[in-house]
């Protein structure tokens, strides 16, 4: 018959060709003669519940009441009755024999009986179960008993049906009537239906067909003893066969006892009201329906107490069953999340029990959810998703990542925060892979770098550490213009000992994407600065950096040797990227300090030797410096970390996506040159001493007059050449001439300072200031027209010219 019904949908027979579902396969048990099947909606594919009910006429008993029963669930709406959805009545033919058929569409459940064999719960887990549902079914028995004065009358384990999220919900409403108690002129029968009740679910009256009696009795005096039928069903585990077993009581829990011989009283009026059932029992008094019973009233609860709940709720989750937390708790967590009812601790709680999903479920289930939550402006929902997403940052996709999530994470990067912006930071390592390669040069690089600069020293080592770890999803033009410059220019000048520990190793990590010419002109010369750094560990590092890239680059010397010039551009060695470096330093908790115990990368399977541990060093006061060779005269001429409101970045990282800058506003990374080669201290002290700034006293900040100018410029220039003075003349008349010279200046006006011009024996010559490039006009050709004199430029300018003599 089944088969039949399936091929009639397909469009033969009258009436069901424009059915909007498709049946499935049945359950195997159903309520009375009716037929329950699984089914899809043909407009999404979402599922549904099919009834049908076939009779061999259209004045067929059974159909009359199957088209109560539809006119019935139409009409009442309850959250635990079955939710109505379609309804339709065709005339099939089986070969010449006309039958009728109702079919009845719901949201999809399953018959009770088969769920409770499906979850298969045992003890208390079991009992918490049944007693969750059990409340659900008497709050819907109430609700037609005492507010719609409507009587089911044939509650049973037949009659109940669960849904997808493991809540219970009422039907078969065949026998459904009203209740005309209150009517003294009925005689005939208050149930119509009443015949199609098995005779084990009826109580005494309704056995004797005493109508008097049971209009005289409360609305509910029928239904409560129909739930007392079920109660002895679900615990005994057995269908009821005769009313005698409802007095076997060895299977009903001693706290649901008393009640549940209330429920079956002999005397109608003393049965007990199921409103009274759920307020009165402490059986229904449990952690699950607690639980539940907080989570759907949730939007009426304060913070305080949300606060507490949430944060109880990972631990409680483990003691409640496991079927029921993630079917419907993890459900209302979800929801409650995505719309604002829920405190931020509810987000670990998600977490947890998402954990215990199949990565299938996950992704179907929970991922949306999530990547919605990270558009929130709750900072704390930003940080608990940011401390957690190692839990669910693979299974995000890759364009859902660079579409959707990093726009969001991004903004932690600037945040005021300090534990915002190192959280942003650490997400990158689960989140960079996922990137496209113009979002890691376009924004991400960019916001590293400000990291590097970042006024937290924690932050500056693991943007480092981030560097090195991601180095391997750079394009190599990328590599070539971004590692060397942060790991040396910044990292290897930081204040900060694991600073510059973490630029050591994170050099070390990357060997493999450095050629021979890189490593002896820009990597080895900055290196071995730091084998006298004041820092032991820091040292330590170093002397190990340069054993290994000298190692690399007497490999390279070899193979030129034995005339292999194969693969000599880029002689890293491959093992340095085998694993990930460890952050060096963890979540901060005050300001200005940091705990230096190295916390692990979630990804790294075989960690680089001391590459975080070795990290966790004492914290060096600022003034503790690495040492630098003689060519750096004053502390001030050290590299420092920039302002973390500068805008320093790494400059054009992608040749073609931004516009030039001018060469002032240039990024640090971008005007690093590789190294030159060495030149005499006295001449790189004079490089120095020529971009310092020229500070005019006080008294002659106001003053105009070229005399004075020239007189401040003469000052500063004896002050600033002092330390560094040119040996003594070899003649008495270059000396003679060069004081000379020095009298004129110092007496004269600015049209003998302009006309000065330096000699070749003077030793000065090379560092001498140019001439202006206009000349003063004499004081005898009185205030006509012209060209103004040039201002004359203070202090040592810098000339493109080399020269012999003097040093």
């Known amino acids: 018959m089944f088969k039949f019904l399936k091929g009639v949908v397909g469009g033969s027979g009258t009436g069901l060709k424009d059915l909007p579902y498709n049946i499935g396969e049945p359950y195997s048990s159903a309520w009375g003669s009716w037929t329950h099947s699984r089914g899809t909606s043909k407009d999404d594919g979402s599922l549904v519940s099919i009834f049908s009910l076939t009779g061999s006429n259209a004045q067929d008993g059974h159909l009359a009441a199957g088209r109560n029963g539809v006119k019935r669930l139409r009409t009442v709406r309850h959250p635990n009755i079955l939710s109505f959805l379609h309804s339709t009545e065709a005339e099939i033919f089986d070969g010449a024999t006309p039958k009728h058929t109702i079919y009845i569409v719901t949201e999809p459940v399953m018959p009770l009986s088969e769920k409770i064999k499906e979850l298969g719960l045992e003890g208390t887990q079991r009992d918490e179960y049944y007693a969750w549902g059990l409340r659900q079914i008497s709050k819907a028995v109430s609700f037609l008993n005492n507010d719609c004065k409507l009587v089911h009358g044939n509650v049973c384990l037949a009659s109940v049906v669960a849904t997808p999220t493991l809540d219970w919900k009422l039907h078969a409403f065949d026998v459904l009537s009203e209740f005309d108690g209150n009517n003294e002129g009925s005689t005939g029968p208050m149930l119509q239906y009443e015949w199609l009740v098995g005779a084990q679910y009826k109580p005494m009256e309704l056995t004797k067909s005493d109508w008097a009696a049971i209009r005289k009795s409360p609305p509910y005096a029928i239904d409560s003893w129909g739930l007392g039928c079920l109660i002895y069903e679900l615990f005994s585990g057995m269908k009821l066969a005769k009313t005698e077993e409802l007095r076997n009581t060895s299977s009903i829990p001693k706290s649901l006892l008393p009640d549940y011989q209330k429920l079956l009283s002999s005397m109608p009026p003393r049965r007990l009201n199921t409103s009274k059932l759920i307020e009165n029992s402490e059986y229904f008094q449990n952690r699950l329906v607690e639980t539940i019973q907080f989570m759907e009233i949730l939007s009426l609860k304060d913070s305080v107490e949300k606060d507490t709940f949430f944060r109880k709720l990972p631990n409680l989750a483990e003691q409640l069953p496991r079927p029921i937390v993630l079917k419907k708790l993890l459900p209302l967590l979800a929801s409650a999340l995505e719309f604002g009812s829920a405190a931020a601790p509810a987000l670990t709680a998600l977490l947890k029990m998402a954990s215990w999903l199949s990565p299938e479920e996950f992704t179907a289930k929970i991922l949306p959810t999530v990547v919605k939550l990270f558009a929130s402006n709750d900072r704390a929902i930003r940080v608990g998703l940011l401390q957690h997403i190692d839990q669910f940052g693979e299974s995000l996709s890759s364009q859902v990542v660079d579409e959707q999530v990093y726009p969001h994470v991004a903004t932690g990067f600037s945040d005021t925060s300090a534990i915002l912006r190192e959280l942003t930071l650490k997400s990158m390592l689960i989140l960079a892979p996922k990137l496209s390669q113009r979002t890691i040069a376009g924004s991400l690089l960019k916001y590293l770098s400000k990291l590097q600069v970042d006024e937290e020293a924690a932050i500056r080592t693991n943007t480092t550490i981030l560097l090195g770890n991601i180095a391997s999803h750079l394009n190599d033009g990328t590599r070539k213009r971004v590692l060397i410059n942060a790991f040396t220019v910044r990292a290897l000048r930081d204040n900060f000992s694991p600073a510059r520990g973490a630029g050591i190793m994170a050099l070390c990590a990357t060997s493999s994407y450095y050629d021979t010419m890189e490593i002896a002109t820009r990597i080895l010369p900055n290196i071995v600065v730091l084998t006298i750094d004041p820092d032991s560990d820091v040292r330590s590092k170093a002397f190990q950096a340069v054993d290994l890239f000298l190692q690399i680059v007497k490999l390279h010397d070899e193979k030129i ?70 060519f750096t005269t004053d502390s001030a001429d050290l590299p420092v970390p920039s302002s973390p409101t500068s805008t320093d970045g790494w400059g054009e990282i992608e040749n ?44 002659q900040v106001t003053s105009v007059k070229p005399k004075s100018t020239v007189r401040a410029a003469k000052d500063e220039d004896d002050d600033l050449w002092g330390s560094i003075a040119a040996p003594a003349p070899r003649s008495t008349a270059s000396a003679s001439k060069s004081l000379n010279m020095r009298s004129t200046a110092s007496t004269s006006s600015l049209a003998s300072a302009s006309s000065t011009k330096p000699d070749d024996d003077d030793p000065w010559a090379s560092i001498a200031a140019p001439p202006p490039t206009t000349r003063a006009k004499p004081l005898s050709l009185g205030r006509g027209r012209g060209a103004k004199p040039a201002a004359p430029k203070l202090g040592a300018q810098r000339v493109n010219r080399t020269s012999s003599g003097g040093i």
């Open 561 to 630: 040797n034995s005339g292999d010039t194969t693969g000599t551009s880029s002689m890293g060695t491959s093992a340095g990227n085998a694993g990930l470096l460890g952050w060096a330093m963890s979540s901060l908790t005050i300001k200005g300090k940091a705990d230096h115990a190295p916390v692990a990368s979630a990804e790294s399977s075989g960690q680089l030797t001391a590459a975080a541990s070795n990290a966790s060093s004492v914290v060096n006061p600022p003034d503790a410096m690495p040492a630098y060779p003689t």
């Open 656 to 699: 073609g996506i931004f516009e030039e800058q001018d060469k002032e506003e240039k990024d640090i990374w971008d005007d690093v040159e590789p190294v030159e080669e060495p030149k005499p201290a006295a001449f790189a002290n004079i490089q120095a001493a020529q971009k310092r700034p020229i500070v005019q006293p006080k008294s």
